[in-house]
């Protein structure tokens, strides 16, 4: 399993393991993605034998922490295919992310 930058040709397989992941919930995280991607987050997908089997958004925002708006990086969504899980594949999804999070300042 590696974990490497999202590519454009990536975007199908992204969307396909959020419908998986998240169920009832899929399409809706996976317009998220989309949109986050947009904004230029940081997105990352794990692999397997080549194959996206997990993905992962750091976006960021504002969080109002009177008296100041403090710059914050958002986790989420965080999915792995559900024949997938309960494997590392998730903390190693975190992990990288917080990592690639963390060089963007
Ligand atoms: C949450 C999710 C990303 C975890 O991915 P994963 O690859 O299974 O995670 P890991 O194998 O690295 O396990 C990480 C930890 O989560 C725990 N865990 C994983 N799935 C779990 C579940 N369904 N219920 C309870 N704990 C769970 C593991 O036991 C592990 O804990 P530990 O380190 O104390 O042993 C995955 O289950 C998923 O895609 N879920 C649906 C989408 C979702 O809820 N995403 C999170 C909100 S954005």
């Known amino acids: 399993m590696r974990v490497q930058p999202e590519t454009a040709a990536d975007h199908d ?40 089997v997990g993905h992962v958004v750091v ?18 969504p965080l999915g792995v295919l559900p024949g997938f899980q309960r494997q590392g594949i998730g903390t190693a999804l975190v992990a990288a992310a917080r990592e690639a999070a963390a060089g963007q300042g």
């Not at 396909?16 to 169920?23: S, T």
């Not at 996976?30 to 986050?36: H, N, V």
């Open 59 to 76: 976006g960021r925002n504002l969080l109002d922490a009177p008296p100041q708006l403090v710059d914050v990086g958002v986790l989420s």
């Open 13 to 52: 397989a992204v969307r396909a393991v959020h419908r998986a992941a998240f169920g009832a919930e899929g399409e809706k995280v996976a317009t998220l993605a989309d949109r986050l991607r947009a904004s230029g987050a940081v997105s990352l997908v794990a692999e397997v034998d080549g194959s996206v």
